[in-house]
């Protein structure tokens, strides 16, 4: 695939469904717009870029050399800062955008970017991650973010921020069909050690019932612990969605920086998906779905364990309340939807 056309690699990387794919540029153009993804990371996509437009700025891979466990050296291969900024602000020259939406802020910091666009270029930022200091920010003429919580802190620094969800793109739903594969109960996450309430929930809730776990390998995790033997692996794309739509039942756990908001994406892609999401209590979501009619909610780890059982054992009402939530997600929640507040929200702004 490295060797293919800058168009066929993102063919495929659209194709993976992985993260959000285009859903944010296909709607875009869906109402009108033009738009364009660069994935900055990618290096192969990225020299094919500059190969196909001649800029001659050399290969895009840097190797390093470092210690092993302090015993073996070896090589890594790391991307080159000045390639990445060569062909990015390439790319700003080439498409002239009036918008740039920066979903990569810890990579291409605000300051960067601006002098790579210019001062006619309206920057924006998506924060989903909790905030570093107010001058990373700085540079930025607009934040969108789904953490509510940290929206007065921006405007209180003076960087004007506005909420906005995450969502849904159906068309995975034809990507990823239904098929004989069946999951009871699911939970799609990573478990890492900033995850430590999710860890002790999801523990307790493995050592009770059974649960399909699925996500990066949980190495540090205690030997005993019950998630080890529900672990099957990471699932990314469309072999993630492809359990989502076959679990009769799929958890969801807040991390701790959106506090007591509600607002990660495994909302919109379980109930998307076609699963009975089974999802924490938050203050605001019942802005977003109504509990017990299009999601179930659970307020600790005895009220999961003992909400997993009860819909096992009540098909209809789980099937009904599943189906209610798609229909929910898929009338209010797509990334259709999205782009449209956010054409509304720079309207205001830009």
């Known amino acids: 695939l490295s060797e293919q056309s800058y168009a066929e690699q993102m063919r495929a990387r659209n194709g993976s469904l992985f993260g959000v794919a285009d859903f944010y540029s296909r709607n875009l153009r869906a109402l009108g717009q033009e738009a364009w993804d660069v994935h900055i990371n990618n290096l192969p996509m990225q020299g094919a870029w500059a190969r196909e437009n001649s800029l001659g700025i050399g290969d895009p891979k840097s190797w390093r050399f470092r210690m092993r466990r302090g015993i073996l050296p070896w ?72 953490l509510s919580r940290w929206l007065d802190w921006f405007r209180s620094e003076g960087i004007p921020c506005e909420y906005q969800r995450l969502g849904f793109e159906p068309d995975v739903l034809a990507h990823c069909p239904a098929d004989t594969l069946q999951i009871q109960v699911s939970f799609v996450g990573s478990l890492s050690p900033v995850h430590q ?135 209010s929640h797509t990334y259709l939807d999205r782009m449209r507040e956010f054409l509304e929200i720079l309207q205001e702004h830009a």
Request: charged share 25%; net charge positive; glycine share 6%.
């Open 75 to 146: 090589l890594s291969k790391t991307t080159d800062p000045a390639f990445t900024e060569s062909v990015l602000t390439a790319q700003i020259r080439h498409y002239r955008p009036d918008v740039i939406l920066n979903h990569a802020h810890d990579a291409i910091p605000a300051a960067l970017l601006r002098r790579m666009a210019g001062t006619k270029t309206f920057l924006v930022g998506q924060v989903g991650s909790p905030p570093r200091e107010i001058g990373h920010y700085r540079g930025y003429d607009l934040l969108i973010s789904s």
């Open 197 to 331: 309430a999710r860890i002790h929930w999801l523990e307790e809730v493995c050592g009770q019932v059974q649960v399909a776990v699925f996500g990066p390998e949980p190495r540090h995790l205690s030997m005993h612990s019950p998630i080890r033997k529900s672990h099957r692996g990471p699932a990314w794309g469309k072999e993630m969605y492809r359990i989502l739509r076959a679990s009769r039942i799929t958890l969801n756990h807040h991390h701790d920086v959106p506090g007591d908001f509600a607002n990660n994406m495994r909302l919109f892609e379980g109930t998307g998906a076609g699963a009975l999401l089974l999802t924490d209590d938050k203050a605001n979501l019942r802005e977003i779905f109504e509990p017990d009619r299009e999601v179930a909610i659970y307020r600790d780890r005895a009220d999961c364990v003992a909400k997993i059982r009860y819909y096992l054992e009540h098909e209809p009402e789980r099937a009904l309340i599943a189906r209610a939530g798609q229909a929910r997600t898929l009338r």
